[in-house]
């Protein structure tokens, strides 16, 4: 499987990003979408994902609200939505896709298998 996530940048507090990520090797509608995030000095973490089966969203409550995922099973693509960004969203962004639950990854209960090399998100005046 290969991961490709895109669209990362420097942004001012309070703008917006979308990020996409390109997934290739697998037919995604089996699988569970997430994207994560590594801060600088801090360990990477969930932040929402997407269900395969109805497409059922969970974000972690520090997102929620502001971040949206969505995904395109006949394009092989995933996205996340990035609004209201705070200082604190900087982080390096990777997506992955796993036979696995989305509470269990967004936990950490189940770690990805594969991580791509992520898009950097600055936010910053």
């Known amino acids: 499987v290969q991961l490709q996530a895109s669209g990362g940048g420097l942004v001012q507090p309070g703008g917006s990003l979308r990020l996409s990520c390109e997934i290739s090797?697998?037919?995604?509608?089996?699988?569970?979408i997430a994207w994560f995030r590594r801060a600088p000095g801090k360990e990477r973490e969930g932040v929402s994902c997407?269900?395969?089966?109805?497409?059922?969203?969970y974000h972690v409550d520090s997102v929620k609200g502001r971040f949206t995922i969505a995904r395109d099973n006949a394009k092989n693509m995933a996205y996340l939505q990035m609004d209201s960004l705070k200082p604190e969203d900087t982080a390096r962004y990777y997506c992955t896709a796993e036979l696995a639950p989305c509470s269990q990854l967004l936990n950490g209960y189940i770690r990805p298998s594969s991580w791509g090399q992520g898009t950097l998100v600055t936010v910053s005046s």
């Open positions: 997407i269900a395969p089966s109805n497409g059922g969203t």
């Open positions: 090797g697998l037919s995604l509608h089996y699988y569970a």
